[in-house]
């Protein structure tokens, strides 16, 4: 081998390993993948009478689905509470060892309780889990223990299917915990679809971030009546024009007696219209008719993509055929719609 060749010999040599590497990484995180996708299809083909039992426990009740779990469990328990309250059903984690020194006051008669553990032996339950035969709170159990003490115990035991843990040491929660989660998403949107929540709550429950912007609606962004920049048919440009530069929208609505909206004066009408008898027309003569609306209840979005769609920079808002307020796409954009 030339002196040439043997560095570049070298460099394959040492760059082999590092690739060999690499390669079993990804076929290994596509092992625990392939498991788990797996192990999910296994639990969808699993529900039965039971999770409808569940169901009905869960959704039946006047106060709160209490979810508690230990460990890992628990940190999914905390998961399946927050997506519950946040889909409509009012929910709180309780973890079960402090249920145990003082926090079982607070679960109520009126409350139901999820509770959580893949070997449904855990001893830090076991407290919560008397408290509720004791009082009568019914217990709804996700367990892989379909013979455990928590299952027995249980007014419903939803029981996971046996699927082997991702982990190579087979015996670090992957597989069952995902299970869990997924089940316990499973509960929150069929309790949902139950209850008929609806977009506008969800909304309610989620007034920060971007999905409660995406919902946000149009009359949450709109500027009302107040601020309408309106005229009557027969008004004088010579009038308009001063309304129209007052309300800073750019445009004027231009409405009959009884109040509804026939067309809309732009800056681009008044580029179109522009001569020396521009002044001497009315803003009947110079308005663009039918001009593009938008419905209060409308999600900002589609106000959004409206304007974009039409290059149009303003957008009035009616019911039935009368302006109730305007949107300016700079309403949006603060808002943080896009």
């Known amino acids: 081998m030339s002196a040439a060749a043997r560095p570049a010999a070298a460099a394959t040599a040492a760059t082999t390993p590092a690739t060999e590497d690499r390669r079993a990484d990804l076929a290994a995180a596509r092992e625990v993948l392939a498991t788990e996708a797996a192990a999910l299809r296994a639990l969808a083909e699993s529900l039965d009478g039971a999770f409808i039992r569940a169901l009905d426990l869960l959704g039946g009740v006047g106060g709160r689905v209490v979810v508690s779990g230990m460990g890992k469990s628990g940190h999914v328990a905390r998961k399946i509470a927050a997506t519950l309250a946040s889909t409509g059903t009012p929910a709180l984690f309780v973890h079960p060892a402090e249920a145990s020194h003082g926090d079982l006051g607070m679960v109520t008669p009126d409350d139901s309780v999820l509770a959580l553990s893949n070997s ?9 889990i008397a408290y509720t035969r004791r009082v009568g709170i019914p217990l709804v159990a996700i367990t892989s223990g379909g013979a455990s003490t928590l299952a027995r115990e249980a007014d419903v035991a939803l029981v996971l299917p046996p699927q082997p843990e991702a982990s190579p040491v087979g015996h670090a929660p992957t597989t069952s915990t995902t299970m869990m989660l997924a089940l316990g998403d499973a509960i929150a949107v069929a309790l949902l679809r139950r209850s008929g929540f609806s977009a506008e709550q969800f909304r309610e429950f989620h007034p920060g ?3 409660g912007r995406r ?5 949450d962004l709109m500027h009302g009546a107040a601020e309408l920049p309106l005229a009557l048919g027969a008004t004088a440009m010579t009038e308009a024009l001063p309304a129209m530069t007052a309300k800073r929208f750019g445009c004027l609505g231009v409405v009959d007696a009884a109040g509804a909206l026939l ?5 681009g009408d008044l580029r179109r219209h522009m001569g020396p008898d521009l002044l001497a027309r009315t803003v009947a003569e110079v308005m663009t008719r039918t001009p593009k609306t938008i419905r209060p209840d409308a999600l900002a979005g589609e106000a959004l993509r409206l304007m974009n769609a039409h290059a149009i920079t303003s957008l009035f808002v009616v019911e039935g055929a009368r302006p109730v307020g305007i949107l300016h796409i700079h309403d949006c954009l603060r808002a943080g719609v896009a």
């Open 209 to 211: 971030g971007q999905l």
């Open 215 to 219: 919902l946000s609606r149009v009359r």
């Open 263 to 267: 067309g809309i004066v732009t800056d």
């Open 120 to 128: 449904g032996e855990t001893p830090e339950l076991a407290d919560l």
